[in-house]
């Protein structure tokens, strides 16, 4: 096998109430990549389509993971990548992940799976981090492991796969505008009332056990974000009456994806994310600002062959 | 039936990563109470041994919570509470847990059971308030429920039972000092790092996952308190030396129970717990503090007919 085509999934990270450790893993949009080895030394990017990306490997993130296990694998080959990006840079929905991610997984397999999925992590977060300024895995688990994912520690990379209920739906609204990272960050506060963080640690406990059981309401009643929400939500038009409208057409919880501006919502059912999915489309019709709204199953399989 | 004895148990709150939330039953210490029907109408304290506490039902702990279920239930009867007290108050192992637990558990035994757990920890929280002057349900929920417990939330009450492996052991050092309730939370700082505090939660939530799949080394690796103890240890003389002696001898982790003094560690086998003890024992001999050491397999029924 010389060439493989991959699909790399979008996913959601933070979950609400999981800053920086929970994400999980979207089915229904995600990246193409063709990986290819060849007899010429080095990575090489060949192709970028959907959107205008550095073809330098040094400065692509896809480029930089895969360099980072070039180095380490030391191949007798080389390797073309294509991109074929449906994820919008910046849309909150792990767009970096999915590249960073998908040139390691690909490059593994056709290398025979010298690594692992934790191995893929370290290289993947190298990539990450040229796209974030920092070394973060909370889309790169679920991207390469699949379901729900908990970033224990990333030095070392140590993450934990968390089950979930085969009924669970997401729908995600990608409003058309753009947040700097930079500016994403600046408004998080540096300390945190401890009451605030004790309310968001029962939360993830609770969340990780409501996941592990398949309750639902104790899922919905988890979904609570008492430290980030309040700050980044005011960099996203329109989020408490999309937030307010997911709610009442029956999702168990939503919440800012990432750092924004995505907004998700999860729900017990496709018929449900379905409703939720109407009623986000028809507020955001009258705002005037483009967006894209995608429903997808929890994808429990992550990057994959196609 | 008109009395019954019951054995309601110390317990151990904060584990670690889930300060005010997360706590566990023990199964080798706790309070005798003898709660008995009587025509006399009330709630009557009539004996206490082993510690100098209040007579007076509404200065008294068991007297507090059993007047708030007194009250709900407005039953045709009173009742006597005698309390065989073994765990000293202030010890950090829920000395008033107990009391509140006991006589509330016992009464709705007595009346056919017209209360669930969760009914009976809304009226022992009453009880606990008088003794740490605010509500909560850390030590309160494992004394009731047995096992690992997580407190989701107080109000509404919200408490959830985390499975937990068969081979599970606790060893706890209580050094015969006292720490003032206002003391201890006095140290404590009103805001935390972000960074920290997502650490704190990162641990829970792997401490609740490793729960489930019985994973010890998951659960040693989450077994850390980067928010409190850093702050209450430095009231506990010793502390640093006792906890690296259970490590070296094998503890998947220890920490601060409670708000101390006492001193907890868990161990895989009752082997190694009796390994720990030892080592504790060794510390402290030379100290000139009196101690008691215990060491206790995860009691998952709680308080009990006896």
Redesign the interface.
Known sequence: MNEIKIFSPATVANVA??????GFCLDSVGDDMVIRKTDKKGIHITKIEGFDLPYEAELNVAGVSALAMYEDAKPDCGFEIEIYKNIKPGSGIGSSAASAVGSVFGMNELLGRPYNKTQLTEFAIKGEAIASNCEHADNLAPALFGGFT????ITPV?I?E?PSPDDLYATIIHPQIEIKTSESRAV???????TD??E??????????AL?TSDYN?IS??LNDV?VEPYRSQLIPHFNEVKQAALKNGALGAGISGSGPSIFSLSKSSQVALKVKDAMNKIYSKTGIKFEIHISKINTQGVKII
Do not use: Y
């Not at 109430?17 to 929970?22: A, R, T, Y």
């Not at 939360?203 to 056990?209: F, K």
């Open positions: 109430c999981g800053f920086d450790v929970l908990l970033v224990k520690s140590q934990l968390i998080l506060p540096k300390k945190v009332p401890l963080a004790i968001q640690w029962a939360n993830l406990g609770s969340l990780v056990h592990h104790l009643n988890s430290i």
